[in-house]
C-alpha cells in the first residue's frame, strides 16, 4: 500500500513520492528537477520532463521494494505523515504556478516584447515584402510583426496590396520566410465555388468550412502564375480540397435516404468538375441549438460529441457514382 501511494504520488508530482519513502532531500531535489522541467516543456522539449518521470518512478519503486524487503528502514509517526501532506501540497501549489505563469508568458503580445527595435522590424518588413513580391510577382505589405523569443523567429500578417480579402501567416524562421498566402487564395476561391452547392444541398445548415492544400512543388511551380483554383486543376491533380459540414438534423434509419441524397447533390457538382476533394458532413441533434450553440468550431468539435447523431465520412469523392454508394461511409450512432 505504501508503494502504492509513493508511486501515485510521483505521477501527481514528481519528487513527492520520495518523501512517502521517507527521502526527504531527495524530494526536494526532484521537485526542484520538475519546475526546470516544467519550464523546458513548455518552452523547448517535453523530452526532459519524460525523463524526469521515469527517473523518479524507478527510484521509488526500488526504494519501496527495499523496504518491503526490510533491507531499508520504513519511516512512520504523526510528524512523517504530516511531512508527507505539506510537501505534497507546497509542490503541488509551486508546480502549478510555474506552469500556469510559463504558459502566460508565452501567450502574451509578443510585439509588446522588449528587444525588437523599430528599426530591426522595419527591416524584417521589407524583407518579407521583398520576399513575397519575388516569389508571387506582385505588391504586398505586411504588418503585426511579432518576434517569438522562445524560437527566435519572426511571425507578421501578409496583406495583397488594394485587395482587402487576402490577408494570411508570414513567418521568418532561421533566416528562412514561408507563407500561406497560396494555401489563402486557394482556399477562398474553392470556397466561393462550392458555396451555393453547399446551401442548397444542406438545410438546415449550421456552419461548414473547406480548405486547399497543395504540394509544395506545385506551389514553388506555380507560385509565380498565380492561376485560379480552376486554372490550377486544369494544369495539375497534385491539390486537395477537403470540405466539412455541421447540420443540426438527427440523422436515423428512417432519414437517411433523403439526407444521403441531399450529400450526393454535393458530391456530384464535385464529380462533374473534377473537383478533387473529401467531404465530412456530421449531423447533430437539434437540441445543440437550444444550447446556444449556432456554429461548431471545427478545432473543438469534441466537445459537442454528446449531441451527434451520425457522421458522413468519405476519402475521395471520386469514388461516390451514386447517392446509395454514400451509405457504406455513413455511420449513425446510437
Given at each position: 500500500m505504501r508503494l502504492f501511494f509513493a508511486i501515485l504520488l510521483s505521477f501527481l508530482v514528481p519528487g513527492t513520492g520520495q518523501f512517502v519513502n521517507g527521502q526527504r532531500w531527495k524530494g526536494i531535489l526532484f521537485v526542484g528537477l520538475d519546475l526546470v522541467c516544467i519550464v523546458l516543456k513548455n518552452t523547448v522539449s517535453t523530452l526532459p520532463i519524460i525523463l524526469l518521470y521515469l527517473v523518479v518512478l524507478i527510484d521509488v519503486v526500488i526504494v519501496g521494494v527495499q523496504m518491503i524487503r526490510g533491507k531499508r528502514k520504513v519511516p512512520s509517526g504523526r510528524s512523517y505523515i504530516i511531512e508527507?501532506?505539506?510537501a505534497f501540497v507546497i509542490a503541488a501549489v509551486v508546480t502549478w504556478v510555474v506552469d500556469d505563469l510559463t504558459k502566460q508568458s508565452l501567450s502574451l503580445p509578443i510585439g509588446k516584447n522588449e528587444g525588437l527595435s523599430t528599426e530591426e522590424k522595419e527591416k524584417v518588413k521589407k524583407e518579407a515584402e521583398a520576399y513575397l513580391k519575388n516569389k508571387y510577382g506582385k505588391e504586398f505589405y505586411v504588418d503585426q510583426i511579432e518576434y517569438i523569443w522562445q524560437t527566435g523567429s519572426y511571425s507578421m500578417k501578409g496583406h495583397l496590396k488594394n485587395d482587402d480579402g487576402y490577408d494570411f501567416l508570414v513567418k521568418k524562421d532561421d533566416g528562412q520566410f514561408i507563407d500561406s498566402y497560396f494555401f489563402h487564395k486557394l482556399s477562398k476561391e474553392g470556397k466561393k465555388e462550392i458555396e451555393p452547392q453547399i446551401e442548397g444541398a444542406f438545410s438546415p445548415l449550421m456552419n461548414w468550412n473547406t480548405s486547399v492544400s497543395v504540394d509544395q512543388e506545385v506551389e514553388d511551380q506555380f507560385a509565380k502564375q498565380s492561376?485560379?483554383?480552376?486554372?490550377?486543376?486544369?494544369?495539375t491533380q497534385k491539390y486537395h480540397q477537403q470540405i466539412q459540414v455541421n447540420v443540426p438534423i438527427?440523422?436515423?434509419?428512417?432519414?437517411?435516404?433523403?439526407?444521403l441524397e441531399r450529400a450526393y447533390?454535393?458530391?456530384?457538382?464535385?464529380?462533374q468538375n473534377e473537383i478533387r476533394s473529401s467531404l465530412e458532413v456530421w449531423y447533430y441533434d437539434p437540441e445543440i441549438k437550444e444550447q446556444g450553440?449556432?456554429?461548431?468550431?471545427?478545432t473543438q468539435s469534441l466537445k459537442y460529441d454528446k449531441f451527434l447523431t451520425a457522421g458522413l465520412e468519405v476519402d475521395d469523392v471520386s469514388d461516390i457514382q451514386s447517392a446509395e454508394d454514400l451509405e457504406q461511409y455513413l455511420e449513425i450512432y446510437d
Open positions: 508527507i501532506v505539506i492561376p485560379s483554383f480552376q486554372e490550377l486543376r486544369k494544369q438527427s440523422l436515423t434509419a428512417n432519414n437517411k435516404t433523403r439526407e447533390e454535393l458530391v456530384s457538382f464535385l464529380n450553440v449556432t456554429k461548431i468550431d471545427f
